[in-house]
């Protein structure tokens, strides 16, 4: 499967931005997908991640209550709602897919990869 992310960019903090993350091929409703980030000298960290049915979501504990991420399996996109941005926010944002059920934490259990998209988020 290939992953296109876009929907990035400059934002005031507070501001909102919705990523979006479209995946070819046919067998994207069998995987779990998840948007990492990552900042300047910092290493890549999960942000958010969707099962296949979008049953089960995980958040890390500095996006919970102001990040959403979603699915639509019939247009093959995934997509990452931010609210309430903080400067501290500022990444780069990547989409990933992984076949599976289990929502993966670590970046080396996601095989396929987007292009990743900034997001700078101003005070």
């Known amino acids: 499967v290939q992953l296109q992310a876009s929907g990035g960019g400059l934002v005031q903090a507070g501001g909102s931005l919705r990523l979006s993350c479209a995946a070819s091929?046919?067998?994207?409703?069998?995987?779990?997908m998840g948007w990492f980030r990552q900042a300047p000298g910092k290493e890549r960290e999960l942000v958010a991640a969707?099962?296949?049915?979008?049953?089960?979501?995980y958040y890390a504990d500095s996006t919970l209550g102001r990040f959403t991420i979603s699915r639509d399996n019939a247009k093959n996109t995934v997509y990452l709602q931010m609210n309430s941005l903080k400067p501290e926010d500022t990444a780069v944002y990547y989409c990933?897919?992984?076949?599976?059920?289990?929502?993966?934490?670590?970046?080396?259990?996601?095989?396929?990869w987007g292009q990743g998209t900034q997001v700078t988020v101003s005070s």
């Open positions: 990933a897919g992984q076949r599976g059920s289990s929502l993966y934490a670590a970046p080396k259990e996601y095989a396929y």
């Open positions: 091929g046919r067998t994207f409703s069998r995987y779990i």
């Open positions: 969707i099962s296949w049915n979008s049953v089960t979501t």
